[in-house]
């Protein structure tokens, strides 16, 4: 949710104005506690309505809503940035086995190089297969796809350096000029890890 209609006053009182929230949903003199709410039997609920009851009436619902969406637990957290220097966010959590470096892994993604489409293979028949750790992808990938599951699609911003470097990649057929050093944003899913499928563990057996 977008966050253009909160006023800069708004926001810079967000902090001291949920404290104050806080303390008056568990005080029994409380201010919201005037008004005649629906008791739930549940004292976190009743304080959650009584919060919402108070954003509504010092700010409006639409502004009510999004300082609830910000101060809740379940809202959306920020990327985090690994060791490598390469940021991830999770799109979508599997539950399938990690990749082994060396392994055959299928996957399938799309890349950008600011809005500039550089690579798509979400739709296309087949997904794309490589030995993890051969060098087919751009180092950044490379170092991520072990954290990740069969079934993970993370989208990852890939620094220059871990991406194509201080050399780009020079215009060709098909494909666009890269710029040195520019970041990538490289959108992941590991659809399938070929040598751990079950059908073919089952075939050829398990050593």
């Given amino acids: 949710?977008?966050?253009?209609?909160?006023?800069?006053?708004?926001?810079?009182?967000?902090?001291?104005?949920?404290?104050?929230?806080?303390?008056?949903?568990?005080?029994?003199?409380?201010?919201?506690?005037?008004?005649?709410l629906p008791r739930s039997g549940s004292?976190?609920?009743?304080?959650?309505?009584?919060?919402?009851?108070?954003?509504?009436?010092m700010f409006g619902s639409a502004t009510a809503a999004a300082l609830l969406l910000v101060s809740s637990p379940g809202a959306a957290r920020a990327?985090?940035?690994?060791?490598?220097?390469?940021?991830?966010?999770?799109?979508?959590k599997g539950d399938g086995p990690k990749p082994d470096v060396g392994e055959l892994i299928a996957i399938?993604?799309?890349?950008?190089?600011?809005s500039t489409k550089i690579d798509d293979i979400f739709d296309t028949p087949e997904p794309?297969?490589?030995?993890?750790?051969?060098?087919?992808?751009l180092k950044g990938v490379e170092t991520t796809l072990p954290l990740m599951r069969v079934g993970d699609?993370?989208?990852?911003?890939?620094?220059?350096?871990?991406?194509?470097?201080?050399?780009g990649r020079p215009a060709s057929a098909g494909k666009p000029r890269i710029p040195a050093d520019a970041e990538v944003i490289f959108d992941v899913?590991?659809?399938?890890?070929?040598?751990?499928?079950?059908e073919l563990i089952e075939l050829i057996g398990d050593d």
């Fill in 79 to 92: 990327a985090e940035t690994l060791p490598s220097g390469v940021t991830y966010e999770v799109v979508k």
């Fill in 153 to 167: 699609r993370w989208k990852l911003t890939i620094p220059g350096n871990l991406a194509f470097g201080s050399k």
């Fill in 1 to 36: 949710m977008r966050l253009h209609s909160l006023t800069a006053p708004c926001l810079s009182l967000l902090a001291c104005w949920l404290a104050s929230a806080s303390a008056w949903t568990s005080s029994p003199n409380n201010l919201v506690g005037s008004v005649n």
């Fill in 43 to 57: 004292p976190s609920a009743d304080a959650a309505v009584s919060r919402q009851d108070a954003l509504k009436t």
């Fill in 128 to 137: 794309y297969y490589t030995r993890l750790g051969s060098g087919g992808l």
């Fill in 189 to 198: 899913e590991i659809v399938g890890l070929p040598g751990k499928e079950p």
């Fill in 108 to 114: 399938r993604f799309a890349a950008f190089v600011g």
